[in-house]
């Protein structure tokens, strides 16, 4: 056991040892699960042997969706695979700004409204 003692004081530090290593073990766990390759997405990290973006697994479970709809999704996926990906996320947030995504051209115009503008009155 790894006990501080001082006078009066006692802590136990075997827990929070304990649950450190376990941690540690599912970490590196996640980040042997994970590979960044310049030729793959652009260097972006994936699940190892996919083109499975970490962070967009990461993203639909904390988002909330169920682990069988992920699976559907990205088929192939375990389970143990969804978690690690969730963990690998949380220990290694995007860097910088999101890139910036447009959904239709310069042109299009989904709706558009004139407002009448009213005289002040006294």
Do not use: K
């Not at 960044?36 to 909330?64: F, K, N, Q, Y």
């Not at 690998?88 to 989904?110: C, F, H, S, T």
Request: net charge neutral; proline share 7%.
């Amino acid at each position: 056991h790894c006990v501080v003692r001082h006078d009066w004081l006692h802590i136990d530090l075997e827990p929070f040892l304990t649950e450190t290593h376990e941690r540690w073990d599912r970490y590196v766990a996640a980040l042997s699960m994970v590979e960044s390759d310049p030729g793959i997405l652009g260097g972006t990290p994936v699940i190892a042997g996919t083109r499975i973006p970490v962070h967009d697994v990461a993203a639909s479970a904390a988002a909330g969706l169920p682990t069988s709809r992920i699976r559907e999704a990205y088929r192939g996926l375990s389970e143990e695979q969804i978690e690690m990906a969730s963990l690998y996320a949380r220990a290694n947030p995007l860097q910088g700004r999101p890139p910036e995504r447009r959904m239709l051209g310069e042109d299009r115009v989904i709706a558009r409204r004139v407002v009448e503008r009213r005289q002040a009155t006294a």
